[in-house]
């Protein structure tokens, strides 16, 4: 085993506004487009995107190696943890 001091980290953006945004949706559909901004209250933008991408290739990053950060807004977290649940107070 020899270190090569290569990080392998990816991202798993949801829909974000970009000339590919309508190819995405001729192939998941308006309705999975739909869903992912109602749930998450917009597609995100580029500026959403990039400083994670940034901050993933930059040194405060040496030690995170192996992941899959999700930069969608919460919506895979929304979708596997349910519908929002209102906390009443208990006062």
Known sequence: WKNFEVRI????PG???TP???DFEASMGT???ELSRNTVGRHA???DVVPVI???LSDNARWINGQDLHVDGGFISA???G???ELQSAL
Do not use: E, K, R
């Open 31 to 33: 309705d999975a487009l």
């Open 54 to 56: 940034d901050f993933l």
């Open 20 to 22: 590919i945004l309508a």
């Open 45 to 47: 933008d580029v500026a």
């Open 83 to 85: 519908p929002h649940i």
């Open 9 to 12: 980290n990816t991202i798993s």
């Open 79 to 81: 979708l596997t943890s």
């Open 15 to 17: 829909p974000v506004h």
